[in-house]
């Protein structure tokens, strides 16, 4: 792999818009291909009962160091010719703190499909994003990325504190555990789930290398304390600023919000590059930095690039329906694009960017038309039950189901299921008896107003991650390479 520092780091966006095709495409330029990690499981499931027409994801399964495991997975989920359009998904089982066998298997497949194919053909670096906010799969996520040799590892939404240390753990062949984050949790309480890699490999343990470590942070103030008080090295800071598509950061101080029930964010939220370059660490600026010009203030300001995520969500390459990014480029082009960042939508409880469209959960009649459930559960809160157990709850599941779990009524209040709507995103919702297709919900930065820089004319309805990368690199040289 290159290991220089990239210029241009593609964002990771969930659930599977980064997909392998878009990091492959990037990491060929010689910059940073980052797929996503969210809700990898899910994908590659869903893909394989699609039936895998192209012949990737079977060419990758045939790579993995433990082949009866492989086979399992095609066993269970791939359906030759693809499943009746209409017929649902089957469903993967549901992620815990202590997971069977077969849903760590899929885990660690899933992640080494994707990075495995992202990694074909070139000599580039691949790295792969997660939230923190997401626990239960971490740990065997991980690990199959890195079987494929996954050169970075990003992680945001939350404090990854004790990421460096599990992936040097892993590298060791040692056992790993990540306490988990549990609503109501006494001090004596110890949640965590656990992970050990020795016992996963029929074969034996194949060699790891660690792979980098990024932070997704909005503060100097977090950077500084995973510097000092992480449990290992961390090579390096994504600045992300309340632009950036997906989940922002929520304002420091005092929650206000305009008109229009977006937060409003001051002077103190804008990051103190002075902290983060006297941490001695490389960091990339985020959120509206899709230019040239934002590219060469970041530079001038000691940055060693961009993390970059709208332009490329749009390209060719990543994994929007060809449909979806055609009207998306077309309202841009005629400054008819608008997006909300929502301080409700998403179960997190982090503000979350949100494109208004038209048929999509932004739509207050398909949201109301949507029956809630909670399915897939990647983003349910853990919480202590009476008895001292471990509980979950999602303030987009069903509200009755909420409330018999303790949760409170106003944390319900117009939240949507991104689990399901990130998967249709990709042409990968569940198909429901009743209400059909689940509906998307797509995600953007504000830079995606300025889409069409990226078109070659008046009338090029598409274009390229090498555009892109080229766009980007225009008052740089030498032109981006080709690895």
Known sequence: MDTSDPIIIQGGMGAAVSSWRLAQAVSRTGQLGVVSGTGLDAVLARRLQLGDLEGNLRRALRDFPDPAMAQRILDRYFVPGGKPAQAPFRERPPLAAEMPRDTTELLIVANFVEVHLAKEGHGGAVGINYMEKIQLPTLPSLFGAMLAGVDYVLIGAGIPRAIPGILDRMCAGQSVELALNVQGALPEDRFVTRFDPANMIADGLPWLERPRFLAIVSSATLATALVRKGSGHVDGFVIEGATAGGHNAPPRGDFRCNERGEPLYGPRDAPDLDAFRSLGRPFWLAGSYGSPQRLAEALGQGAAGVQVGTPFAFCEESGLPASTKRRVLALARQRQIDVLTDARASPTGFPFKVLQLAGSLSDAKAFAGRKRNCDLGYLRQAYRQADGGLGWRCPAENVEAHLHKGGKIEDTLDRKCLCNALLANVGL????????????????????????RFLSSADAESYSAQDVVGNLLTQMAPSPRRV
């Open 429 to 452: 919702g569940q198909v429901r008896a009743q209400t059909g297709c689940e509906r998307p919900l797509i995600t953007s930065g504000d830079d995606v107003q300025n889409l069409g």
